[in-house]
């Protein structure tokens, strides 16, 4: 499937948004939703499942199938599920895959005057990295894991949490955060790492210098904190 850069797709609605599904459902939760293979989203796209005057964002999901060892999902564009503005609580963006790519993309799930919502990652394993930096987790954890590796910067998490939307990062395999993350603008937000069968390993300093961060790290085995390295929720 294949969203191009001048396509928007839109569940807007005045008393809340609605559902957006590319590729399939949410945590393929939706047997009738057939999963894509390949999955794109391309650059200028518009996926809008906004509240325009009050309620609560709806849901956007860019999905492959997470279970076939060709599946991608290739994001970029844009991804709005809002809440309205005279209230209402943000709605939820997934993007999955077994492999994850990612353009220039905005993610914008907030609420003016309610709770924010989520964007979830959920490929099979995952490494944040700087800008410019390269993926290395099995090298570095020393692990195990089989499987190409969802690299992502820490500068779009940094930028989505300082807009107002919680970030959750899950992997089946290992989750390795290889840069700094910081929260330097906004409201509270929740950034989450969970590994379902492998490991967290944080290399860097997490840290928040603007509103509370609700920090959470999961996982089927160990979450191991490098040496020397601070979280810091503020």
Not at 54 to 81: P, Q, R
């Amino acid at each position: 499937i294949r969203v191009d850069g001048s396509s928007q797709l839109l569940a807007t609605g005045a008393t809340g948004g609605g559902l957006i599904q590319v590729g399939g459902s949410w945590q393929n939760s939706d047997p009738s939703v057939r999963q894509a293979v390949h999955t794109t989203i391309e650059s200028g796209a518009l996926l809008d499942a906004s509240a325009l005057d009050h309620g609560d964002g709806g849901t956007i999901v860019a999905w492959s199938d997470i279970d076939n060892s060709d599946g991608l999902t290739d994001v970029a564009g844009h991804f709005h599920a809002t809440a309205g503005e005279k209230g209402g609580s943000g709605g939820r963006i997934e993007t999955s895959g077994a492999l994850l790519t990612f353009g220039d993309i905005d993610i914008q799930a907030t609420a003016e005057n309610g709770d924010p919502g989520m964007w979830l990652l959920d490929p099979n394993n995952l490494d944040i990295v700087s800008s410019g930096g390269s993926s290395g987790s099995v090298a570095a954890a020393n692990a195990v894991d089989s499987g190409s590796n969802t690299t992502i910067d820490a500068s779009v998490i940094e930028t989505t949490l300082n807009a107002g939307t919680d970030v959750a990062l899950t992997a089946a395999g290992v989750v390795y955060v290889g840069s700094a993350i910081t929260k330097s603008s906004g409201g509270n937000a929740a950034l989450t790492f969970t590994s379902t069968g492998s490991n967290v390993y944080i290399s860097d300093n997490i840290i928040s210098t603007a509103g509370e961060l609700d920090f959470t790290a999961k996982a089927a085995g160990l979450v191991k904190l490098a040496d020397g390295k601070d979280i810091t929720t503020n």
